[in-house]
């Protein structure tokens, strides 16, 4: 059971950096000289995989954590920083929903949707080494 958030957690991982190169071909076609297609339809159902993903796997590890050791808490910077990426799930989710359901030309949406989720992103590579960690004091 402990190994089981550390084993489904990378290609979480991975399919969330691959909604994210998806979604920075829209960033990339708005400079000029970039020609980039954006797959609108794609990027959308891989974001939203990946993010419910996320989430789920974030529940699962505290899940097991309770079950295991009756408390959450115990891998220190693993946990707090999934306490910092969940409101950020939240915006990632919230602001894509909005800009495939009510579709215009916007600015600020985008710039907000793809600074929040390259971030996420970076948090999401530094829980690799944080849940190595909590592997090898924890569970090894
Ligand atoms: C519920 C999930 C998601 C939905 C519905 C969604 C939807 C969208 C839409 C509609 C756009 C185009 C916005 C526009 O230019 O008008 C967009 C752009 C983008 N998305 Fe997502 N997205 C989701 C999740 C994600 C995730 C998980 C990532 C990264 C891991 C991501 C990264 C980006 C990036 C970088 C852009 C380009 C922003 C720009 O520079 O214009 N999105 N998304
Ligand atoms: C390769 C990636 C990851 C590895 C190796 C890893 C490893 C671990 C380990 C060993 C635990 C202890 C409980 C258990 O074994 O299930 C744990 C707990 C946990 N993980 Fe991960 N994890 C990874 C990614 C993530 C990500 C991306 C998130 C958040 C989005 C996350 C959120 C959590 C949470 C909330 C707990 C409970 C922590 C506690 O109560 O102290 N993990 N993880």
Redesign the pocket.
Known sequence: ??????AI??F??LFLLYALRLGLDRTLSRFPGRRRTFRWGSHVRYGRYALLM??A??????L???W??E??????L??T???V??PM?VIAYGTGHIMDAYRRKRTLLPLVHMINNILLCA??AA??V???A??QE??L
Do not use: K, S
């Open positions: 059971m402990l190994y089981l958030h550390p957690m990378p979480v991982i996320l989430l796997g974030a529940v699962g590890g505290a097991v954590a309770l295991r050791w408390e959450v808490g115990n891998t220190e693993h946990y920083l999934a306490l990426m969940l799930m948090l999401a829980q690799v944080t849940g190595i909590a592997l924890w569970v």
